[in-house]
């Protein structure tokens, strides 16, 4: 078992958003789906008898836990998840499939249908950010264009 976990809370949405997530990342699966009881709900739980309460799946390897619950909580851009991307193409597919809020778009980061933020970077970012004014280009760019560091 892993011993860190990302939970993911989603407003009644989570079967969805690991359907949606699972089709994006080639290497993924769903481990595991349990459901809320039938019974012995509290009153503001009643409408999810039956319904998916958590999922366990993997997308590329890291295990996540997706929580189907109410609208108490919402995803900010203070937690995001790194993508690390061997070349242009593949920065250019997950940008395409995760960036659905272009407003909230920079430097590599964007924010997909559920309000999730992503960081689409090259994975050699960290030597790119050596080069010459690659600070001031980073903070040019929504989506990381490798050849404007070369």
Not at 114 to 135: A, C, D, H, K, T
Request: aromatic letters at 16%; proline letters at 3%; glycine letters at 4%.
């Amino acid at each position: 078992m892993k011993k860190i976990i990302p939970n993911l809370w989603f407003s009644r949405n989570a079967q969805e958003a690991v359907e949606f997530y699972t089709s994006v990342f080639k290497d993924s699966k769903v481990i595991s789906t349990v459901y809320y009881p039938e019974e012995g709900l509290a009153d503001f739980q009643k409408e999810f008898a039956g319904k998916v309460l958590t999922i366990d799946f993997e997308l590329n390897g890291q295990a996540f836990t997706a929580i189907n619950a109410g609208d108490e909580f919402k995803f900010t851009e203070a937690v995001s998840f790194a993508v690390f991307c061997k070349d242009q193409s593949e920065i250019d597919y997950y940008w395409s499939k995760l960036s659905a809020h272009p407003d909230s778009e920079q430097c590599g980061w964007c924010k997909d249908t559920y309000g999730l933020s992503w960081q689409i970077v090259p994975e050699n970012i960290e030597e790119l950010m050596q080069r010459p004014n690659s600070f001031q280009i980073l903070m040019q760019q929504k989506k990381i264009k490798i050849d404007d560091y070369l």
